[in-house]
C-alpha cells in the first residue's frame, strides 16, 4: 500500500551542484559591464565587502570604496564600541586559542557607542567614499536616524532570518516599510531566501536584499537548526521575486547572494542565478590589510558561520588589488574575481550583469567529488 | 530493446538530504509551544529518551520527568533483572574492551524479575514523574498488566519491525487491540516504517507509534537484512497514516521518529517531516550522570544500531540541563535541543509542533559531504 | 537553443542506492521457504558458489552440498590442469607478492586434460553431492559431453558478456540451443544484464542465467570497457525478461544475480529485485577451508573483478557452517547469511523466494557515505 | 508560497555517471572497425594527440602516425619558437618545481618564428606521417597559409571557448568561414559543447568540432568561472548539432571529445556519446619518448586544465605501442586503449564508431565513490 503524499519537496541547488553553459557568441571581455546598483547609487563592482569587523574597518572601506566596490561596515562591533578599535582587533588576532571564546565575549560585551556611529562613518566619507553601514533589527530603529544624519549611504538590516512580519507578544517588532520611510537613504534588507518572504520585504520599500540562510559548508545553521536553503535556489526564487514586484510595482530590487560564495566561480554562479551582486567574507580578510590580520571571526548571529566565541584562521593571500584583479598566481578562482567574472561574461557571451542572468546553467553534480578523494588519496599514499 | 518496468521504486529521503525552508513570518522563539501528547498525556518537551540502560535508569527517568520529558525504562535490560543493577552498570563502563562482549551476553542473560517491575516504576512514580517502560511483544501481555498495577503511565512494545499482524505456525502472536483493550494505560508500539503497517497499527487502538527501522549510518540493519527507510521518508509516510486514521476515526495517533537523529537539526526535520515528537538515545547517553557513564551498549534486537555485544564510547558532554536548554559552547547541534527547536520554530515563523508539519522542506542534497572531504583533507594536510 | 536529445538514458541503481521496505505483516522467520530450484532440481539455499579456483573445489564442493547449496566446479582451472591441484592452489597461497604474476600465468598455460574433468565430477557425484562446472563457450561443446557422461547435474557458460547471437566471420561461435539440446542436463549462461539478452538467451532452452556485468566496486570492467550496469537494475531486467518468457512460453527460467554482493543486505536486495539466487565467491573465499586458504585471485576474463595476474588476500573470516548459519560475532553482515535471510523475509512479510520478488524497495542514496566519512574522520582525528 | 520558475536547468552527466549496457548481439572484436574521418582523410585510431608540448614533438608526430593516429603539433609551443626546442624540453623536465613557473614564462614568452613552422610541417610531412598543427584564433589567419603551403594536412584553432560570433570593439573577431575558404585543408575548431554553438560553427565550414570546455576533476575552469558541462553531455549535444547538420546540409562534421578522459572505459562512454573520435593528452604524455619525459605543464588557455606555470609529474608508464595495443599489465584501463576499445565494441555488440552512437547508456551514478572510501580507510587503517 503506497502512501499519500504527507508533503511535496522541490530540489534545491547549491553552487557545487551546477555549471555555466557558455554562449553561442562570445564576447571581449573587456567589453563587460560589470556595475551595479542599489536605488539610484552605481557601483562599479557588483561585490560587497561582508559587515564583520575582521573584514571591514574604516581603512579597509575607504581602499575599497576607491577600488570601485561597496564595504559594510558593522554597527554592532568593535569600531561603534571602541574609541580605539584597532586596539581590540591586535587583541583579537594575537589571543591563543584557548583564551578567545573568553576575549569575544568580553570585547563585545562593551556597550555601543552612538558618538562613534557618526564618527566612523564621517571618516569613511571625508575621503569621499561611499558608505554602508549594518544592524541587526533590535537597533535599526535607533541608529538609522544617526546614520542617515552622519551621510552614510545605504543602510543595512541583517539578522540570520528576516521577514517582513515578526509576531511577538512581548515587543512590537520592526516595520520595514516604517523604517524605509523615515529614513532618506535605501534600506537593505537580509537575509531571506524565499519567493515570499523576498517579496513582502520589497512590498516595504526596500533598496536591496540580502539572500543567503544557511548556505555554507561551514555554517552550522543546518546542523542546529536543520534549517537552510543551497543559495542556487535561494537565490533564483529571490531573483523571481524581484521580477515580479518589477512586473507589479515598476521597481527593480536588487539582489545579493550572501554566504556560501568560496572562489570567483561560485561569484558567478550566483550572478547567472539571478543575483546583481555578491557580499564576500572570508574573501577579503584573507587580503592584505584587512582589519582581521589573517583571522576572520563570528561576532553575533548574523553571521552564523561564524558563532560568537569561533576564530579561524584564514591566512593572508594577496593584496586587495590582487584579489580583485590579479594577477594570479592560483588557480583555485580565489584571486582576480574581477578578471575571472570577466572571463565569463565572455565565454558566455553577456555584456551586463543583467545578461548574466539569462545564461544557461546545467546540473552538474559531482564530478568534483571523486577528483577529490583521488587527490586525498594520493597525497596521503 | 528496453526492458519492461518490473518494479517500481519511490525515492526516500533521509536527514542529511532535506532542510527546512524560513517562513513568510518570523516568530519570537519564546512563543512557541513545544508541549507534545500521548493520548490525554501532556509533555512539556516533544523528546523522549530512549529505552536504553546506557541511557535510561530510575535517577534519570526523575530528572528528566522533572525537566519536562519522559524517558523510558527497558523493562528487559538489567533494571528488571537485578536488585542492584547499579553494580551491573558500573562493572559495564569499566570492562575492557576485550571483555565486553562476554560481560554483555553474562549480564544480559540472568531472567528478569518480575518483582523489579513494579519496584522500579514505583521508585519513579513516588517522586511525582511520569513513568514510561518498554518491553519487546514476546512480554509484553505478561508485563503490562504488573506495570499498569505499579502505576505505569505508558506502557511501549519495540522490536526492530513489528506489525499488527505477525504469521507463526509455531506459536499466537501478540494481538495489539487485545492488548490495548486489557490494559488501562495507553499503549505506544514500534518500530514501522510504512503507511500501511502505521495505520493497520493505528487501527488496533495504541496511542502513538514508534517510527524507524535502519535509519542511522551506525545502523547495520541495512548491511545485514538490506532493510531500512531514511527517516525523513519514514515519518512522513507514517504522519500520512496518522492523517488518514484521524479522518476516519477522529482519533489523533502520535507520531515519534526513533533513531537516526544526531542533532538539534535532525529533530526539527523529524517535526517538519511530521513526527509529533522524537526519541533520543546515544545524545541523552552524554549527559552527565547518565548511567551508561559515557559508554552506550546494544541489549538485545530492539537496538540494532547496537546489537548485543558491541559498546561504543560516547562521551560525557555536558549536564542534561545543558544538552536540553544551554546555553551551548560547541555549534555542531549537540547542546541546547529546546532553544534550537524554538529558533528554528520562529524562523519558520510556526507556534506549535502542529504548525511544524507544514513547514517548507526542500530536497537539499550532499553540500556537506564535499565541505567534510575539505575539511578531512585540511586536518590531514 | 536547448539541444535536441541525441539519446535517452535509463538510471541504474546497484545495491547501495536501495533499501527494502519492511512488510505491513510479519512472517516468523523459522517459516520461510528458501529453497530455489533450476529447471526439475530443487535446491535448499538459494546461494551458488562461484567457479573460482580459489572458492570451489572438490572438497569444498562436497561440503557445501551436504549444507544444501550448489557449487560450480571451474573445468578450466587447476582442477582440470593438473592431477594434484592442492599443491598448485598451496604454491599460489604461499607465493610472494612480485612471484605471483607470472607464477598464475605459469600455472594457468598447462593444457586442460580432458580426463580430469570426468575424475573431479565423479570424486563430487561419489559423494552424493550435487555436482555443477563451469567453461567458457569456446569450451562448451567439447567438455559439455564429457561433463553429462560423468554424471554433472548441471553445466555452466560463462564470459563476461554472453548473448546468444556472436557474430564473427572466422570462427563459428557457440549456439546455445544445440548445446542445451544435444546435453541431457540442464545449461546456466552468463553473464548478461539487459532485457533483451536474457530473453533471447532463454528461447535458447537454457535452465537459468547469471546476471551481471561489471557490477562489483573492485570490478574494472567499467573502467576498462566502460561497460557496466549496476546489479539491482540488471536483474530487475532480467527478471522482466523471465517474466516474459513465462508468460510466452510457461517455462520458467531461474535468475542468478552474480558479483557485486558483499553482505547479506545485498544478497536480500538482489532477491527482492527479482533474483531467484546469487552466486557468491570472495565471501566463501573466506571460510576456513577453502581452497584458496586466505586469498582469491583471477583465473581467465570470466572473472573479471580479479583480471588474470591479480592475487588479492580476503582472509579467513570462519567456518563455512557459520558462514551460511551463525552464529554471528560480527554485525557487517558478513556471517549468518541464511539467518539474515530469513529474517530479512520475516520482517518483509513473505515466506518464499516468489514472493521476495514483490517486496517494496525504494531508493535510499548514500545515508552511509557520510556515516563513513565520519566515521574515517574520527578513526584518524 | 512556491516561487516561480526563474530558470530552467538539464542535468548534464559525465563519464563517472554513466555505463555503457552490453547488446545483445556480441562482436568478434578483430572484425571492429575503429577508423575515423576527418573531411576525406581517414585515420586508422579515433584517437588525437593534444596539442601540447609535453605531448607531441615531431618524433612523437611521425611515430604516433605510423601506429595510425594523428597527433597535434602545437605551432605555438616550443615547437615553433626555437631552433632547438629539445632544449627547453629537456630544461623543462629538469627544472626543480620552485623554478618551473618562471622557467615557463621566459620560455613561452620568445617569439614564434614563422620559419620554425614551415620547418617542423616539413619534418613531419618527410617521413610520410600526416600532419595537424593547432593554433588560438589570434594567430590563425596568420598561421594557416604557411601551415597550407608547407603540406601540413589538418589546421586546428583551439581556445578554451570558441564561437562562430566573437563581438569585440577594439579588434575584428577571426571569421572562421572565411578562414575555411581561404585555406586548402580541413580546419577543425574548438572547444565548444552546446549544441548551438556546434551547430553555428558547422555552418562556416569546419571539418571537425573539439568538445570540452572544463570537463575534467583537475580542469580549474569551473573554479575559476564556474563555466563547465560534463563531456558526456556535452558530446551528445554537439553529435544532435552533427546529425541536423547532416541533414541540412549533407555534410558530416567530426566530433572529437577532447579532455577529461582517463581511461579506455571514458574514451568507450564518448564515442558511445556520439562522439567520431578522441583526444587525449596526460595518457600520452606517459609514454616512453614523449617530449615531457615523465611531466606535463600548461602553456597556455587552450588547456585550462594546466594554466601556464604549472607542471604534473605523470610518470612513464609504458611505450607508446603497449599504451595503445597492449600487453597491459594493469588493470585501470590506461594501457591498451585499442583493446579495450574493441573489446567494448565486441560486448556491445558493434562493428563501426557509427554504430557506437546507438548502444545504449544507463545513468549509474557513484558506485565507484564508496569503493574508494573503503580503499582509502582500508589503506590507512
Redesign the interface.
Known amino acids: 500500500?503506497?502512501?499519500?503524499?504527507?508533503?511535496n519537496?522541490?530540489?534545491?541547488?547549491?553552487?557545487?551542484?551546477?555549471?555555466?553553459?557558455?554562449?553561442?557568441?562570445?564576447?571581449?571581455p573587456?567589453?563587460a559591464d560589470i556595475s551595479f546598483k542599489i536605488d539610484s547609487l552605481t557601483f562599479d563592482l557588483p561585490i560587497l565587502a561582508a559587515a564583520m569587523d575582521a573584514v571591514v574597518d574604516v581603512p579597509f572601506a575607504v581602499r575599497y570604496g576607491k577600488l570601485g566596490g561597496l564595504a559594510v561596515l558593522n554597527l554592532e562591533g568593535v569600531q561603534a564600541r571602541y574609541d580605539n578599535p584597532e586596539e581590540m582587533l591586535v587583541a583579537l588576532s594575537r589571543a591563543k586559542d584557548p583564551e578567545i571564546?573568553s576575549l569575544l565575549q568580553k570585547i563585545y560585551s562593551k556597550p555601543i557607542d552612538p558618538r562613534l556611529i557618526g564618527e566612523r562613518i564621517k571618516a569613511i566619507k571625508d575621503t569621499g567614499a561611499r558608505c554602508a553601514v549594518s544592524v541587526t533589527p533590535a537597533n535599526a530603529k535607533n541608529f538609522a536616524p544617526l546614520a542617515a544624519e552622519a551621510g552614510c549611504d545605504i543602510f543595512l538590516v541583517q539578522s540570520?532570518?528576516?521577514?517582513?512580519?515578526?509576531?511577538?507578544?512581548?515587543?512590537r517588532g520592526l516595520v520595514f516599510s516604517e523604517l524605509c520611510q523615515s529614513v532618506s537613504i535605501p534600506v537593505v534588507v537580509g537575509n531571506?531566501?524565499?519567493?515570499?518572504?523576498a517579496?513582502?520585504i520589497m512590498r516595504n520599500g526596500v533598496a536591496a536584499i540580502l539572500v543567503g540562510?544557511?548556505p555554507?559548508?561551514?555554517c552550522?545553521t543546518?546542523?542546529?537548526?536543520?534549517?537552510?536553503?543551497?543559495q542556487v535556489?535561494a537565490t533564483?526564487?529571490c531573483?523571481?521575486?524581484r521580477?515580479?514586484f518589477l512586473k507589479e510595482s515598476g521597481r527593480y530590487v536588487s539582489i545579493i547572494t550572501d554566504g556560501g560564495i568560496r572562489?570567483?566561480?561560485?561569484?558567478?554562479?550566483a550572478l547567472?542565478?539571478?543575483a546583481d551582486a555578491v557580499m564576500l567574507g572570508s574573501i577579503f580578510a584573507q587580503s592584505e590589510g584587512a582589519p582581521g590580520r589573517g583571522y576572520n571571526w563570528g561576532m553575533a548571529t548574523p553571521h552564523a558561520a561564524l558563532?560568537r566565541?569561533?576564530r579561524i584562521r584564514v591566512g593572508t593571500r594577496g593584496t586587495l588589488q590582487q584579489l580583485l584583479f590579479g594577477p594570479s598566481?592560483v588557480?583555485?578562482?580565489s584571486q582576480n574575481l574581477v578578471g575571472?567574472l570577466r572571463?565569463?561574461m565572455g565565454?558566455?557571451?553577456v555584456?551586463t550583469i543583467g545578461d548574466m542572468?539569462k545564461v544557461?546553467?546545467?546540473?552538474?553534480?559531482?564530478?568534483?567529488?571523486?577528483?577529490?578523494?583521488?587527490?586525498?588519496?594520493q597525497?596521503?599514499?
Open positions: 500500500m503506497y502512501s499519500p503524499q504527507f508533503k519537496m522541490r530540489i534545491a541547488y547549491g553552487f557545487d551542484e551546477v555549471a555555466l553553459v557558455p554562449g553561442e557568441v562570445t564576447v571581449n573587456e567589453q571564546t540570520t532570518v528576516t521577514t517582513a512580519r515578526h509576531v511577538s507578544k512581548s515587543y531571506c531566501v524565499s519567493y515570499g518572504a517579496l513582502e540562510v544557511g555554507g559548508a561551514a552550522t543546518r546542523e542546529v537548526l536543520g534549517v537552510g536553503v543551497p535556489t533564483m526564487d531573483a523571481a521575486a521580477e515580479a572562489n570567483s566561480g561560485d561569484m558567478c554562479k547567472a542565478s539571478g558563532p566565541g569561533t598566481s588557480t583555485d578562482g575571472a572571463t565569463c565565454v558566455c557571451g555584456v542572468h544557461e546553467m546545467v546540473i552538474a553534480p559531482s564530478i568534483k567529488t571523486e577528483g577529490k578523494l583521488f587527490q586525498m588519496a597525497q596521503r599514499g
